[in-house]
């Protein structure tokens, strides 16, 4: 685990060392344990390293016996004994015991294709220089980042942005053309990335320079036909089978492992696996929150506390308060990109409380997506219902829902924020429902509010409806997830939040063959009868208790919207002030002022929207205006004293 970035340049001129360190002092967060290069004339690759396989002798770059091939990896390769195995038959041999120098020898035995025996979370960049060819690469499901700048003199990586801005010439620049993909959505969908000049390499991407020419191509999608005929008990069967070798896999480490538990389903049944294949009590972290109604909504450490003591863990709690607010600058320029979804505090909180104790830790996420956990998934199965209503009844409920209040941090005031956005989806095609129950703001508000409106594009989730396939609604819902949401939120916020603290978090849940297999069961077994995660709820009934599998489904993020309306009032007051957006002109200042004034007073649940404007606006001030993420960090800490 590390972090990794190199340089490839088209003018033929040698690599200077001196930029290669600059990039890696911008991630030595990453990897503080280790850093090293290699320079060969216009490529240079390098690496800092977070120590977890073959301690001692793991050290990167990694080259072959004639170092004719070099490579840097950021990441685990959770089958590689078996692959070193298969290598050392042929006749490799290896220098180390790293997870990663089987890409090496398995690129120089089966080229490109290799890419396709691996299974792991990584990010890599390795140079043939019999060829003088860079290739770099992202695992299936984009649980390591790598980010790209390719002008005219240059193809540069880097495993965060932050390291391309250390680049001769390159400076922090806001990207407006996707400035409207991020209002509507919360974060910003890969290809895209909020610094103008700098692109995500998307999932399952590979990208070759050769010859002074860029090729790039996808190298896996995920499956879009469901096996008929299959019984639900041997769905469970396989489902439960492939979790315990999921989790069994990616528990291999030489040094303490630990896990996350929040106490839902999907931590639950992590930690009880691997309560199964060790000999030694796992070390779970839990996070809460203390307070009034909202906090106890999001309190799950009874949960995870149940959880805890039925596996005999050593666990350990955390509890998070309104001035958690004070750490957004450090947050965000950790993140390299705002986003909407409170989810990234929790997970550094709890991440920096782990890393007291272990160097790695397993998440339980994904889950939901795979197996169907979230309410979306439902909107199909209920829209069914109520378009079999009255016309009548279904015009005087929809006049009804639109005077409806919304406060998801209120349990009564939540249900009706869900009822209300239910009743104005559920005559929407499937897709434009979906898209109603993701958006941050619709993209009628989003042109309104832009002062520079953006033109016809197209956006992520459209593109990503467009190359879903022809299966049933929910495995559409599905893939959509696995394009956007999955990779640039959720595990976009994990991986940073957990390598700001240089802590590395595996996700088995999303083991490429599991999700294969999820891919390819029908809805009505995943989702049976309106019942959210069934199939894995049966997989799961001799692994947890009841209580657990059944219990209410709470997001892993923070009562913000409420403390938004209380404690973070004038924090939000303040950075979002006329003055300050009309300074920024990047929105029209009236707009922003009523969807305060309505979050305030419940006319709309705003958190998500308002988190987006001013994760933002903490964000321009520590990239654009270049101040110091403690300075503004004293500033923000001053409105709300």
């Not at 009844?393 to 349990?411: F, V």
């Amino acid at each position: 685990m590390c972090g990794i970035h190199g340089i490839y340049r088209f003018d033929g001129l040698s690599v200077e060392p001196g930029i290669l360190s600059a990039m890696g002092e911008r991630t030595r967060h990453r990897g503080p344990d280790d850093e090293g290069s290699h320079l060969d004339g216009p490529c240079g690759i390098a690496m800092r390293r977070l120590s977890i396989i073959d301690l001692a002798g793991g050290h990167q770059p990694l080259s072959n016996a004639d170092g004719s091939l070099w490579l840097v990896c950021n990441g685990e390769i959770y089958n590689y004994r078996e692959l070193r195995r298969e290598l050392q038959d042929k006749g490799y041999r290896f220098k180390t015991g790293s997870d990663c120098e089987v890409l090496l020898h398995l690129y120089d035995a089966e080229g490109d294709e290799f890419i396709q025996r691996l299974n792991g979370m990584f990010d890599f960049a390795l140079w043939d220089a019999r060829r003088h060819r860079l290739l770099i690469g992202r695992d299936r499901l984009g649980v390591k980042p790598l980010y790209v700048l390719h002008d005219w003199q240059r193809l540069a990586f880097a495993s965060e942005a932050k390291a391309l801005l250390a680049l001769p010439g390159i400076s922090a620049e806001l990207d407006r053309e996707v400035l409207a993909d991020y209002l509507h959505l919360g974060y910003v969908a890969a290809p895209g990335c909020i610094f103008k000049g700098i692109r995500k390499l998307p999932p399952a991407t590979l990208l070759a320079v050769e010859a002074g020419e860029v090729r790039e191509w996808r190298y896996w999608r995920l499956p879009d036909r469901c096996i008929p005929g299959v019984s639900e008990s041997e769905w469970r069967d396989r489902v439960r089978a492939q979790l315990d070798e999921s989790v069994r896999m990616q528990m291999v480490s030489d040094v303490p492992i630990g896990a996350f538990l929040s106490g839902g389903v999907d931590s639950s049944a992590v930690v009880g696996l691997m309560a199964r294949h060790s000999e030694q009590p796992i070390r779970t972290y839990a996070i809460g929150f203390t307070g009034g109604e909202a906090e106890t909504l999001y309190n799950e450490l009874p949960h995870a506390r149940r959880v805890a003591e039925l596996f005999a863990t050593e666990h350990r709690e955390i509890l998070v308060r309104p001035d958690v607010v004070s750490l957004l600058p450090k947050l965000l320029w950790h993140m390299d990109e705002p986003l909407s979804d409170t989810a990234f505090i929790t997970t550094f909180l709890v991440s920096e409380f782990a890393r007291e104790d272990v160097k790695v830790i397993l998440s339980g996420v994904g889950g939901d997506e795979l197996f169907g956990g979230y309410r979306r998934y439902l909107g199909g199965h209920y829209a069914q219902r109520y378009r079999n209503l009255p016309r009548w009844l279904r015009s005087l409920a929809s006049l009804a829902a639109a005077r409806l209040p919304a406060d998801r941090h209120a349990g009564l005031l939540n249900r009706m924020r869900l009822a209300k956005g239910f009743i104005a989806s559920a005559e929407m095609s499937a897709d434009e429902r979906y898209r109603s129950y993701l958006q941050v703001l619709d993209r009628q508000a989003v042109a309104a509010l832009l002062t520079e409106p953006r033109g016809q594009a197209s956006d992520p989730l459209t593109r990503a409806f467009a190359a879903a396939g022809n299966g049933d609604e929910l495995n559409r819902m599905f893939a959509v997830d696995v394009e956007t949401q999955l990779p640039d939120d959720l595990l976009l916020l994990t991986d940073k939040m957990s390598m700001a603290v240089s802590l590395e978090c595996r996700v088995p849940l999303l083991d490429h063959q599991l999700v294969e297999l999820a891919a390819s069961i029908p809805a009505a077994v995943k989702v049976r009868d309106g019942r959210l995660k069934s199939l894995l709820k049966l997989a799961l009934a001799d692994l947890l208790p009841d209580d657990i599998l059944n219990r209410q489904k709470r997001g892993f993020g923070t009562p913000m919207g409420a403390w938004l309306k209380r404690e973070l009032a004038p924090l939000l007051r303040r950075l979002l002030a006329p003055s300050v957006v009309e300074a920024r002109a990047l929105f029209h200042s009236p707009l922003v002022e009523r969807l305060i004034a309505d979050h305030e007073a419940n006319r709309i649940d705003g958190t998500d929207i308002l988190l987006a404007l001013l994760n933002l606006e903490v964000w321009s001030r520590i990239y654009l205006d270049r101040r110091d993420p403690a300075d503004v960090a004293e500033e923000l800490r001053s409105y709300v004293a």
